[in-house]
């Protein structure tokens, strides 16, 4: 569990107590003692405890599961688990180069919730979109796959800068003119996903 | 020492259940993992807890003791 659902937990219990106390027994407040406990469960707690649980709240976007947890997104899901070493996405999770409980966040740092306001807006349509309205047939990223996130690992990495492929257009590829995508082209192709064997965790 | 008069007291408990409430609900999607949990989070438990603060907050700063009647 994380730290910050932990705190939250703990405040909410104890804070629902005492909120309990106060109100079967308002008479409480009369007291300096119940006038503190009042402002405590009533003002401080309840802060606390939100703030804690939108930090806990966030941090649980950044799970797999969080994002596989819409039906739109299975195919990208099940595209992690290609058996075949060309899908860039599948080679990442499956060799552990991202971490696969945050595998969709570790290359989509930028995404909804994570992104400047536009992009949070932008989350708040696609749950509209999930329930009322229609969801589009092809999803698409909003803005071209921006160099950063592989650079961000690859970057200053002993294979990607000696190779031979990468040297010339090394300076392109850190200034985004020309992006991994062009060459790395196998990403989750969903729509192949029918005809593709899919690998299970254990079963060589 | 302070006198509960009924006004405080009905709107103390009414504060206490807007912000227990919110809590309770605020508890509930930490065990749904989807992005509308996090909706819910703040648009009906976090909106419940802020109601309830400020109800409580204009409890306080509009407290008048009863009069003491003698």
């Known amino acids: 569990m994380l730290p910050s659902t932990l705190g939250f937990t703990a405040i909410v219990l104890v804070a629902v107590v005492l909120i309990g106390l106060i109100v079967l027994r308002p008479s409480l407040v009369q007291a300096r003692g119940g006038k503190i406990l009042a402002f405590l469960c009533l003002f401080v707690l309840p802060l606390l405890a939100t703030g804690l649980g939108t930090a806990a709240q966030v941090e649980h976007s950044k799970s797999t599961r969080f994002c596989l947890s819409c039906h739109v997104m299975e195919p990208y899901g099940k595209s992690l688990l290609v058996d075949d070493p060309t899908y860039l996405p599948a080679r990442h999770f499956q060799n552990n180069r991202v971490p696969r409980d945050e595998a969709c966040f570790t290359c989509h740092t930028n995404y909804t919730l994570f992104g400047d306001a536009k992009a949070k807006l932008r989350g708040l349509r696609h749950v509209y979109v999930n329930y009322i309205g229609t969801i589009p047939k092809q999803i698409k990223l909003y803005e071209p796959y921006n160099n950063r996130e592989c650079l961000h690992c690859h970057g200053g990495a002993r294979s990607f800068e000696e190779s031979e492929l990468h040297q010339p257009i090394r300076s392109d590829l850190a200034k985004n003119t020309t992006s991994c995508l062009e060459c790395h082209d196998k990403i989750h192709d969903v729509h192949g996903l029918a005809n593709v064997r899919l690998w299970k965790e254990g079963k060589p | ?70």
């Open chain 2, 1 to 70: 020492m302070t006198t509960v008069t009924p006004t405080l007291s009905r709107r103390l408990k009414l504060s206490g259940m807007l912000v227990g409430l919110g809590l309770i609900v605020e508890a509930l999607t930490m065990f749904w993992p989807h992005p509308t949990a996090f909706l819910v989070f703040l648009g009906v438990g976090g909106l419940l807890v802020g109601v309830g603060v400020i109800l409580y907050l204009i409890s306080i700063a509009t407290y008048s003791a009863a009069p003491s009647g003698s």
